[in-house]
Each structure stands twice: as C-alpha cells, then as structure tokens.
C-alpha cells in the first residue's frame, strides 16, 4: 500500500529537549516536505527536498532541520523545542511534477511545555 | 508570492443538500496547478480534486466539482448530496507548474453536515 508513515502521532515535550519525528515513504517520490499546521493559519511549508541529500528551506524554517540521507526518508528536527513550536506537523511526498498529488502522513501532535 | 485565500471560516449544509466552498488566488503564473484537500477529524489530508490551470474544463470527481474562473483567479468548491462523511476541513491549495514548487495552502474552511 502506498503510504508515509509519520512517527509518533502524539508526542508531548518540554522545552529544550531534543526531538525528531521520523517521516518515510514507499513511492520513491522525489520531492519531500515538512509541513505545520496551525488554526487559522492553514498549513505551512518548513523545509523540502527535492532528492537526496537536496534540502531547503520553506516559509517557516525557523528552529528546525531536516536530513535526506535516504530518498524514502526525511526526517524533521527539533534540536531546541520552544512552546510556539506546539503545532500538528505533516510530512507530505510526490513526484517531481506539477500536478502530482501529494501523500500526507497522519500527522504528529507536539506540545512543548 | 502566490497567496490562497478561503473567505468561509465554517459552513454547514443539510444532509442532501449541495454547498459551494470558494478559493481565491493570487498569482502571475500561467502555467498552474490548483487541488482541493479535505481533512476529517482523523487529521488525514485526503485529495479530492485537481484542476490544470491550461483546461477550460472544470474537473469533477463524483460528487465534488470546481468552477474554475482563471481570469478572476477563482476556484470554488462544489459538493452535491451532501454526506454525513463530508464533514471536514477543506483546503484549497495552489501549485506552480515545476515539480520542486511547494502546494501553498489557504486557511481552510471548516464543513458540517447537518442529519
């Protein structure tokens, strides 16, 4: 089945602990994201990768990074959680075209405290 | 920079009934891409339409259509049937045509069904 598999789902912290969040994908799609969705705010692009070792930074990059060591993998980290980093996160993949849909994970709830 | 705007925080139909969710964006490209996402509350982003900014054709998948107006930049939603199962957030979503563009979202729209 083709699917990303986010990991955790849930995931509470507190403030300054290092996080990751893993993201992998079975489609051997090129171009991967990281997206955080906030209410009001719809979702935002924090970082992509167009291939492996190929990553840049989206709209909201700001306390995090990212690594594509591996095509299917991408994770996303926190190296130093802040409490405005409490957010739902989406990892998504697709084909490098246009129209491509992309696959959303099932997204992972962090709360930092 | 591309922007999305959903002008409906919430909306709600009656059970059978047909709802219009409308997407406004801006951009100077010709050449694009715009998708409509609905989020349940299990939080999955699930497809639901694609339209290509190069059709006339407004695409339509079941019960769900678009009415795609390129010159006034408008790309509306419409659910006919409305279905308990429907109930969810919608995103409209733009992409630029090249595959490294990002899908920019806009805030959503919040959908109940009423029984």
């Known amino acids: 089945e083709a699917q990303v598999t986010q990991n955790p789902r849930y995931l509470i912290t507190v403030t300054g602990k290092k996080l990751t969040v893993t993201c992998s994908q079975n489609?051997?799609?090129?171009?991967m994201s990281w997206y955080r969705q906030d209410p009001g705010l719809g979702l935002r692009q924090i970082y992509y990768?167009?291939?492996?070792?190929?990553?840049d930074k989206g709209d909201v990059p700001e306390g995090y990074k990212v690594s594509r060591k591996e095509k299917r993998n991408f994770p996303l980290i926190l190296e130093s959680p802040s409490p405005n980093q409490t957010s739902l996160y989406f990892c998504?993949?697709?084909?490098?075209?246009?129209?491509?849909?992309?696959?959303f994970g099932q997204g992972t709830r962090l709360t930092v405290v | 920079a591309q922007t999305v705007t959903q002008s409906q925080p919430e909306m709600s139909v009656q059970e059978a009934e047909t709802v219009t969710l409308s997407c406004t964006y801006d951009t100077s490209e010709s050449d694009y891409y715009l998708f409509w996402y609905k989020q349940p509350p299990s939080r999955q982003m699930i497809l639901v339409i694609r339209?290509?900014?190069?059709?006339?054709q407004n695409a339509t998948e079941n019960r769900f259509s678009v009415n795609f107006q390129k010159a006034a930049k408008s790309f509306s939603l419409k659910i006919s049937d409305s279905q308990l199962g429907d109930a969810a957030m919608y995103f409209c979503a733009y992409r630029r045509e090249g595959g490294s563009e990002k899908l920019v979202f806009g805030k959503g729209t919040k959908l109940t069904v009423n029984p």
């Open positions: 489609m051997n799609h090129e171009y």
């Open positions: 990768s167009m291939n492996v070792e190929v990553t």
């Open positions: 339209q290509e900014a190069y059709k006339q």
């Open positions: 998504a993949s697709s084909l490098l075209v246009g129209r491509a849909e992309a696959f």
